[in-house]
């Protein structure tokens, strides 16, 4: 079985400050693990994701991820906060054997940024 | 690039009416297809996995004649509501997983708000 838990429903930073939202998993196998993004009314986008290659992922929009086998954790951070950035952030966490499983997501983070 | 596309974005129905709700994948073969369902405020829920071909296989609480999935080709799956109701109204998203230029994918619909009156 799989899970996530993502710290802190909702999390405010000022413009230009760090980002850094919570997230650890829970895997039977080395997982897969995601952060999306979801703007009001939108579709989830994919941010980053991590499968086994280096600890360190970074994706779009200047964030970037590392994964901990230690910590369990996926945490996500950015360096500098944008306006743009406020969306609600989803981790996620597919099971790896075999590729992509179905997967299992965090409830989410909503992020605020306050000018 | 491969790129799942989810039709309608938006539906508004009268109750008792069903809804069919379209994810194609371009340039893109969707061997299997997770369809989730959206809650105000919370996350997505897995209701449904389906293979080409194949039948659908529901998660627990999920009933299997209220939302009929069809994935009969690798680049076209539906979602049915049938009978909708109020309760029905969420925003549902499609999912799928396969191979594109020898890499595997998986890749998100843009999502499909339904509203029941």
């Known amino acids: 079985a799989q899970s996530v838990t993502q710290l802190g429903s909702h999390v405010s930073v000022s413009e230009g400050a760090l980002v850094l939202l919570r997230c650890n998993y829970s895997?039977?196998?080395?997982?897969?693990l995601f952060w999306y993004v979801q703007y009001p009314n939108q579709g989830l986008q994919l941010l980053l994701k991590y499968t086994s290659a280096a600890t360190l992922v970074k994706g779009i929009n200047g964030f970037e991820a590392e994964f901990k086998k230690s910590e369990t954790s996926f945490h996500l951070t950015k360096p500098s906060a944008h306006m743009s950035d406020a969306a609600e952030y989803f981790c996620?966490?597919?099971?790896?054997?075999?590729?992509?499983?179905?997967?299992?997501f965090g409830t989410g983070t909503k992020l605020q940024v306050i000018p | 690039g491969a790129v799942v596309s989810q039709h309608p974005s938006r539906v508004i129905c009268k109750s008792g009416t069903s809804v069919k709700i379209e994810c194609r994948s371009l340039?893109?073969?969707?061997?299997?297809m997770f369809w989730y369902r959206q809650f105000p405020k919370q996350s997505l829920m897995l209701m449904a996995t389906?293979?080409?071909?194949?039948?659908?296989?529901?998660e627990q609480g999920v009933e299997k004649d209220k939302f009929l999935i069809n994935h009969a080709s690798l680049t076209l799956s539906t979602l049915t509501v049938t009978s909708a109701h109020p309760e029905d109204s969420s925003f549902y998203i499609c999912?799928?997983?396969?191979?594109?230029?020898?890499?595997?994918?998986?890749?998100f619909g843009s999502g499909t708000q339904l509203s029941v009156l």
């Open positions: 999912s799928a997983r396969g191979r594109s230029r020898g890499q595997e994918k998986l890749l």
């Open positions: 340039d893109f073969q969707a061997t299997t």
């Open positions: 389906s293979n080409e071909g194949s039948k659908a296989t529901y």
């Open positions: 895997s039977s196998v080395p997982p897969y």
């Open positions: 996620a966490v597919s099971e790896g054997s075999g590729g992509y499983q179905k997967v299992t």
